[in-house]
């Protein structure tokens, strides 16, 4: 059976790889999207962001017919599955949104049908699936209702989407065997739990990931402190020692996800999250920790810095909660100049091209360790916490 699928949010970083996906394994899908410029651009056969091996997808399904992008919110009434994934930032105050899910689905409401699926594909607040449940049914809609959490990270989408399991929950079981027909077609490796224990699996999931980092960072400072290369002390812990093998490098823990995801937990858990608030502390605090180091060796009150790499990873354009920029924000307070560059970033025009950083710095910061800049050999110092140029961290 062929499953009329809409992917709502359809056109973001998460929405159109499943979207795509699920397009090239068989499913009708639409990706209904608020952004016109996105929608316009995925029409006319071009990915909106760098996602690598999407574009012989994109080609594909869009020859065989299987899949396109609308900003028509009545194609939702054409839906068999709806699949929700809409961002969920945190505010200003790192409050997170309980509503934006919820807000999104409402607005869907006059295009619903009764016998419908919605699964909730964001990263959510805990609760927020019975959340959507509750209302829906106070609304007099026969909707089945499962959550089924994004567990991709970018740049991998079309190698992950094909390969890891799926947690799949429901409301009810209709709604569990429902979704996970849908997500065998990615894959035979389904895990089936509540709504509740997905939505902290999800939350769970990148605040490890967030934790691991911030304790490989605080590691490098410990380290760095004492003028001990910390890649050297990795390298010794980590070689053919499987207890400890993955454990992280140090730098920017950023992105549009594992802060986020981590106080969204701190604040499902009444703020009493030590662990995940010290590993705010210690990602967030790295670039204040490096230009601290910084003062101690330069005065920066005479040079022109320059950094390399501004998107949250390296091989990404996405300088979504980038900490490049902050560490820019903190070095334009102490520097004559700050100068920055990216390989990949097509967003921001105050960046300049990577030979003007290379010509007029007098030190240069790794922000995000693209391989571009492996095999630059500057004529001036790097801080370089990735070891991105294979000459150590110590700074
Ligand atoms: N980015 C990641 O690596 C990643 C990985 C796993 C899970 N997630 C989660 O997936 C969700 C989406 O993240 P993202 O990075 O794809 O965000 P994104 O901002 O790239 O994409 C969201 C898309 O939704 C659209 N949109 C917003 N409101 C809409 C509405 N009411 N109707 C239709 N479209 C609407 C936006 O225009 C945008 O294209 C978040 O909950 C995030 O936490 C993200």
């Given at each position: ?38 929608v316009d651009l995925v029409n006319s056969g071009q990915m909106p ?9 994109l080609?594909?399904?869009q ?6 992008a ?326």
């Amino acid at each position: 059976m062929t499953h009329q699928v809409v992917v709502v949010g359809g056109c973001g970083h998460v929405g159109l790889p499943l979207a795509m996906a699920l397009a090239d394994k068989g499913a009708k899908v639409t990706s209904y999207d608020i952004n016109p410029v996105a929608v316009d651009l995925v029409n006319s056969g071009q990915m909106p962001f760098l996602e690598p091996d999407s574009e012989p997808v994109l080609n594909r399904i869009q020859s065989a017919g299987t899949f396109k992008a609308s900003t028509d919110p009545s194609t939702i009434s054409e839906a068999e599955v709806l699949i929700v994934v809409v961002g969920t930032p945190v505010d200003e105050h790192l409050n997170p949104d309980a509503e934006a899910v919820p807000n999104a689905v409402a607005a869907l409401g006059p295009y619903l049908r009764d016998g419908q699926l919605l699964v909730l594909r964001s990263t959510v607040y805990p609760g927020v699936t019975r959340l959507v449940e509750r209302r829906l049914a106070q609304l007099g809609h026969k909707i089945d209702i499962a959550f089924c959490p994004e567990r991709i990270a970018e740049g991998k989408a079309f190698t992950e989407l094909y390969s890891l399991p799926q947690i799949v929950s429901g409301c009810s079981q209709a709604a569990v065997s429902r979704a996970a027909e849908v997500f065998g077609l990615l894959t035979s490796q389904i895990v089936e739990t509540t709504p509740e224990e997905a939505e902290l699996a999800k939350l769970f999931t990148n605040t490890w990931r967030y934790i691991k980092f911030a304790a490989a960072n605080q590691f490098y400072m410990i380290a760095n402190d004492y003028g001990i290369d910390f890649e050297n002390v990795r390298h010794a812990i980590t070689y053919n020692y499987p207890r400890a093998i993955d454990m992280p490098g140090p730098g920017f823990a950023a992105g549009p996800c594992l802060f986020k995801d981590t106080m969204q937990l701190a604040s499902f858990n009444n703020n009493n999250f030590t662990l995940g608030h010290a590993s705010m502390m210690i990602n967030e605090g790295l670039p204040l920790y490096l230009v601290s180091k910084m003062e101690q060796k330069f005065d920066l009150s005479k040079l022109t810095v320059g950094i390399l790499g501004m998107a949250f990873k390296s091989e990404s354009d996405d300088i979504r909660s980038s900490l490049s920029y902050k560490l820019r924000r903190i070095l334009r307070f102490k520097a004559v100049e700050v100068l920055c560059t990216d390989e990949y970033v097509t967003t921001d025009p105050t960046l300049v091209s990577l030979s003007e950083v290379l010509e007029k710095s007098d030190v240069l910061v790794i922000g995000a360790p693209h391989t571009a800049y492996k095999h630059l050999a500057p004529r001036v110092p790097v801080v370089d916490v990735w070891n991105a140029l294979g000459q150590g961290t110590v700074v």
